[in-house]
């Protein structure tokens, strides 16, 4: 499964961007790491790797595509 493009792509459309208003929860938590990470608590270590997730492993199909190549 975590193999399969078509499944790890709707992973990260998903779990990955969701929720999608008023902005994806990633990219909020990124910018807050990028910013310090001042008053991140686990659960918000735990939320950035939960939804990271599915983008890790999208990440990980390519580099074994490209290294297939070569």
Do not use: S, Y
Request: net charge positive; proline share 6%; aromatic share 18%.
């Amino acid at each position: 499964m975590i193999n399969d493009w078509k499944f790890v792509i709707m992973f990260c459309l998903t779990l990955g961007l969701a929720p999608f208003f008023p902005e994806p929860h990633l990219f909020g938590k990124i910018r807050w790491v990028a910013g310090g990470a001042i008053g991140m608590q686990w659960l918000d270590w735990f939320d950035l790797f939960w939804h990271g997730t599915p983008w890790i492993l999208l990440l990980r199909l390519i580099a074994l595509k490209l290294l297939k190549k070569a």
